[in-house]
């Protein structure tokens, strides 16, 4: 068997979660392979709503087995607020979830340095969700990272003795004063105090070696979903860097983040928004000011699921989706929130860049380039409530017209329409 993907070609929140958890019953194990709980993936059904930050999106299916991979990083104190909101809705998550012993661990420290570090940046700040997720992956890569499995070393004290105290002089080198910072509303002190309650719980999860694991699972017939974090214009080599996530969130990422080899890398599902957005600072070429970002923001409900922060909003962006396209190998499109469009008289899709009147040939390296100019075609929009919709034989004229123009300019299928955030408002071909 092979590893399917499901990953976002946008700039995240394009609906990741819901679409794994649509997926789920389909799949005996599902795995998140990098990023951490900057991550924020809504699930709702039976008119319940979750939020995830580190636990895969397959949780409500016991009988699924989620795997938090190597590749993620954790915090011990999100990862049990999580458990505990599953667990007051009834659901038994530590059943079905396990952890690979080679995942990093966020250190409250890692979360000061985060806050430290942008303060520093003063305006040209990346908009970080401040959960600590570049200095965590900056400790995994320069060596100073401490994992999971290190939990039960006698050592263990000593080596996050030693990384807090590396931390705090880079922190007082920058001059932060976290003396009154809070982090989710605690001081640093009460923060670390939970941090290692929540290391003491841990204890009582099931911690594996996922690489293992998983290539058992796929020589024994079972079927694996990757579920990708963030999206492939945050990724740290291809997106819009610096204005990035510190991991890769492309389909390569699976076979580090997973201890999968290439050649079990099966199906990659690409989603993405019938418009776009972007929380945090960069670049955005489709961007709206004007009334229609607006009506974006509100009717599709754009906020951060992680941070509540505006999410920034524009015209869905064709040259940077097939810049994603080719970057993950994608084999089959979802698009999501095209209800969202609904009052929408008309709606632009953003066909081609251009530069000084010259249409650009390739996805450019610097897509801050002031001179850099999105070309728009204009569509009629369908001013149609989507709602009746369970087929794709039900939707209105206007609406197909607008997924035959995409699925045309990307050479790829839509296979799966999602016209409202509840499990069941999605449409299958
Ligand atoms: P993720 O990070 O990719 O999992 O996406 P988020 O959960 O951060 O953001 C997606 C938001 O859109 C959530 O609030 C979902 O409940 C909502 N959502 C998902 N699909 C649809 C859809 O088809 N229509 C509408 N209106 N909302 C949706
Ligand atoms: P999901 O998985 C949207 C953005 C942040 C910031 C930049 C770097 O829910 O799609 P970081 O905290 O990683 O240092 O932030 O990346 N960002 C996200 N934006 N969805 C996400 O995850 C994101 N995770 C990080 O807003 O601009
Ligand atoms: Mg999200």
């Known amino acids: 068997m092979k590893v399917d ?86 659901i038994n998550p530590e059943k079905n979830l396990l952890i690979a012993r080679r995942s990093h661990l966020i250190l409250p420290t890692h979360r000061l340095l985060d806050s430290a570090l942008e303060s520093a940046k003063g305006s040209a700040k990346i908009g970080s969700t401040l959960k600590g997720i570049g200095p965590a992956y900056t400790d995994k890569y320069g060596r100073n990272g401490i994992r999971v499995g290190n939990i039960p070393d006698e050592t263990f004290m000593d080596q996050y003795r030693q990384l807090r105290n590396l931390h705090f002089e880079v922190i007082r080198h920058a001059g932060f004063d976290f003396s009154a910072h809070k982090l989710d509303g605690l001081l640093f002190e009460d923060y670390e105090r939970q941090w290692f309650e929540a290391i003491e719980k841990i204890k009582s999860l099931k911690v594996i070696d996922g690489e293992v694991f998983l290539n058992n699972c796929l020589d024994n017939g079972k079927s694996v979903l990757a579920e990708g974090a963030q999206g492939t214009l945050l990724d740290v080599d291809f997106g819009s860097y610096p204005f990035v996530t510190s991991s890769n969130t492309i389909t390569a990422g699976v076979c580090a983040g997973l201890g999968v080899s290439p050649h079990r890398i ?74 969202v469009f609904t009052p929408f008289p008309a709606i632009k899709i953003c066909t081609d860049y251009q530069r000084e009147n010259e249409i650009l040939q390739s996805f450019p390296f610097n897509l801050s380039d002031e001179k850099l100019q999105p070309v728009y075609r204009e569509m009629t929009g369908w001013n149609t409530s989507l709602d009746r919709c369970v087929d794709f034989s039900d939707i209105p004229a206007e609406f197909d017209e607008y997924i035959k123009f995409i699925e045309k300019e990307l050479d790829l299928p839509i296979d799966i329409l999602s016209v409202g955030p509840d499990r069941i408002q999605t449409l299958q071909r």
């Not at 070609?9 to 958890?21: A, R």
């Not at 690409?270 to 009506?295: H, M, N």
């Not at 989706?321 to 209800?339: C, H, P």
Request: glycine share 14%; hydrophobic share 40%.
């Open 5 to 90: 993907v499901i990953l976002g070609l946008q700039w995240g929140d394009e609906g990741k979660g819901k679409i794994v958890d649509v997926f789920t019953p389909r799949y005996d194990v599902i795995a998140r392979f990098q990023g951490g709980p900057n991550a924020g993936h809504t699930i709702i059904f039976d008119g319940k709503k979750f939020v995830l930050h580190t636990i895969p999106s397959g949780i409500f299916h016991p009988q699924t087995l989620n795997i938090i991979g190597n590749g993620v990083i954790i915090d011990p104190v999100i990862l049990f607020r999580e458990i505990d909101n599953l667990r007051a809705a009834g």
């Open 266 to 339: 099966g199906k990659t599902y690409g989603i993405f928004k019938a418009y776009c957005t972007r929380v945090g600072s960069g670049p955005f070429p489709t961007e709206l000011f004007d009334e229609d970002g607006d009506k974006l923001r509100t009717g599709g409900n754009e906020f951060g699921s992680t941070t509540g922060r505006p999410r920034r909003c524009g015209w869905l962006d064709l040259p940077a989706l097939k810049y994603a396209i080719m970057l993950n190998g994608v084999y089959s499109l979802i698009m999501m929130k095209a209800d």
